[in-house]
Every structure is written in structure tokens, then in C-alpha cells.
């Protein structure tokens, strides 16, 4: 996955357990996304928003390295991607790009629209799951 040579401007992002870096150049990017989210990131976006799952704050289109998660919880670095349709073509991009994501200890769990459409309770009880896991990763670490 070489970029050719290309340097990208890059800032560093302080969290609980280090330093994540992302391309400024995708800080605007993601606010387009913001205002143009799928229905079902808008569907997602009601069930993460406000706190509402234990308590944890996610945030919507947030840069990572050279990567935009649709939805990333900082304290227990936790990204959420909602995957449409045109992942199905992208699959071998997708890993490579959830590994450069792992790289940083950020867990990544990925639905499809139609799982979020279909079963929106199967859906938040997944992250739940996740959730609670990741709250014991983290705490065994500290």
C-alpha cells in the first residue's frame, strides 16, 4: 500500500492510550459526509448519538490516518463502519484498510445497510456486545 512517495500533511490526535495521526486534508471531506449521510448511517446515527450506548460518546466521520470511519467512539477505540452496497466489490480494500486502522489498537465492526434496515435490534445488540468487550480490553490494559 505505498502512496507513491506522496506526503501527506498529518496531525496527531491524543486519545487515552496514544497518539493517532490523520491527514488534515480529510478534516473537510468529512464534514461534506456529515451532512450527506446515507439512511442508513442516519438510522445508525440515532442509535449511537447523545450517549445512548453505556453511556459513550461516537462521533460521526472522523479521520484516521487516511481513512474516514463512518463512526468512532475515542475512549474505547471503537469505529463502526456502515457498509452499502459497493462493498461487496471492495473487500480486499476494506481489510487492508480495517488492518492499518487495528494498527492503532481500534477495533473496527462493520454492518451492512441491510442489517440496520432489517434488524436494527440484532444491530444494537451486536455493538452492546462490543461494547462490553471492549471495556474489558481496555481495562486490562491499564
Known amino acids: 500500500m505505498s502512496n507513491g512517495g506522496v506526503v501527506y500533511p498529518r496531525r496527531r490526535k491524543r486519545t487515552s492510550r496514544g497518539i493517532i495521526p490523520y491527514d488534515t486534508r480529510l478534516v473537510k471531506p468529512s464534514r461534506e459526509l456529515r451532512k450527506q449521510q446515507t439512511d442508513a448511517e442516519a438510522i445508525l446515527w440515532a442509535l449511537l448519538r447523545r450517549k ?54 481500534i477495533k473496527v465492526i462493520r454492518f451492512r445497510n441491510e442489517e440496520i434496515f432489517d434488524d436494527l435490534a440484532a444491530v444494537a445488540k451486536k455493538m452492546m456486545e462490543e461494547i462490553q468487550k471492549r471495556e474489558k480490553e481496555i481495562k486490562a490494559c491499564v
Open 52 to 105: 445512548s450506548m453505556s453511556g459513550y460518546k461516537f462521533t460521526r466521520q472522523k479521520p484516521i490516518d487516511k481513512f474516514i470511519l463512518d463512526f468512532y467512539c475515542s475512549k474505547l477505540l471503537l469505529g463502526v463502519e456502515v457498509d452499502g452496497a459497493i462493498h461487496r466489490y471492495k473487500e480486499k480494500y476494506d481489510d487492508q484498510r480495517t488492518q492499518i486502522i487495528n494498527y492503532y489498537d
